[in-house]
């Protein structure tokens, strides 16, 4: 054959990062450029369709490329557009047909367009954590929650393409933290990078509890977790928390789809070593006696700096 | 073909009733026999066996039964086994090989089983109100709360056959109502039939409010439709907060496969007319703007008495 390479574009607000792959998952080639600095779709399509050329033709990949996949947020793989992203300038309001409009900008090749959680799903079943399994959930903690669904091997679209959006069911029912989405109580609310930088805020501002944390001006995840590793106590419960929120929604999603796993990715996951325990318990305490102990939390075993790619690319080998 | 009909068999916790279906949906003869005098599996499979034998003679269909389908309490559809079904006699503590057994008493005729509310979201897709629609979720209000989820046509089984249990996710995080199933808070201590007379007890003693109620030595939800229809305050309020509860939990379930509809069915979903406006109302109040009076309530349209035979005998025309 011909066509064994795969190119994969994750969409991001800032920056989009593009790669050519190889079928075991290994990135060929690969660039950035910049998606914030344009206000209208055909521009950005224009440098972004040069930019996959320059690494096809650096990873020597002319004429073997058989399909892009694309992870975006807001993504819709059944019609192929982004519709209301709102961190995307040039897509935050009204229907950017992008899967069809990067197509034309390459010739013809194959587009396929999903949301970046739907990628990371199906880049771990192809390359990572998932291969292999059949019905698992990919939740990635980043700055929000988003997930991927897959049910007998398949991503879940749902009847409109937007099917998983787990981060936005209820966490906290009454009196929940106000979301970005316009609700409250969203899961993302409190298990996301932004929702443990709001945790330590809320609490360093409602205990009198001794932390590192008082000696910063702001508090990003990051430092919660660099606070945490130095045996800080409220960091740790901190943590705690967060895990425990996530565990217990956890349950619920369980006991929709029992799945085999819920997968872990993104930046916030790298806390494990804090947040497994606590996210085990709560999971299992909430778990009808048939799944107790019997479903598995486990991480991501992409490297993290190809993970983006590999998601998005991982769509293109089903075109 | 000499292949045209189906037997349904919906097993429940005192009867098990059967039946002859064509692929119309018409029972072209049934008959009921009981589940609860059997402490030993083997003599109700041989006197269900029987019976099958009885209603196929009596509808004319011998030769012409493709196979026989099965709704059962804690049904896997994988083994076609019943798992430790607390309230059948002969099933509730070990695994008990029903489909094999059946179809062996049955010479040899396929048999394929489910769970009740699995196979109820089968019938309606078949037959029903969900006909034509690839994407929707079933739940059934009768004593508890069951559920079938259907994504891109097909029933979901998950990883160990025992997917769709929404009546165990969390309607209520903190304090909430012990559910049989062991945990607290479970939809099914709030929006099932049962439910219903819990809340009913509940504000009687925790309030003054007057209500016809009082006057009952003990509540069932009929009592409280009842009152309801006769326009007493206290049971209309008791409906709108169970409709507020399913509602909010409805929200919960779409972002997880965002389908076309919601589907309700069982004794209690006959409260239509106090349960669809509070619960379309906190549906839409907890969606994301995206699915905001998008997603349909609708109510099954299978004949009651006919419902269970015909959501049983759906699955047998997949074998």
Known sequence: MDSQLVVGIDVGGQTSKLGVVDARGTVLAQTVIRTDTYSEVEPYIAELAEAVKKVIKEADAEGKVRGIGVGAPNGNYYTGTIENAPNLPWGHSGVVEFAKLLSEAMDGLPVALTNDANAA????MTYGAARGMKNFIMITL????????VINGEVVYGHDGFAGELGHTAAVRNNGRQCNCGKTGCLEAYASAMGVARTAREWLELTDEPSVLRNLDSIASKDVYDAAKEGDKLALKIFDFTGKIL???FADFIAFSAPEAIVLFGGLARAKEFLLAPMEEAMNANLLPLWKGKVKIVFSQLKESDAAILGASALAWEL
């Open 121 to 124: 799903a199906v880049g771990e």
């Open 142 to 149: 980043g700055t929000g929650v988003g997930s991927g669904i």
């Open 247 to 249: 565990g217990r929604s």
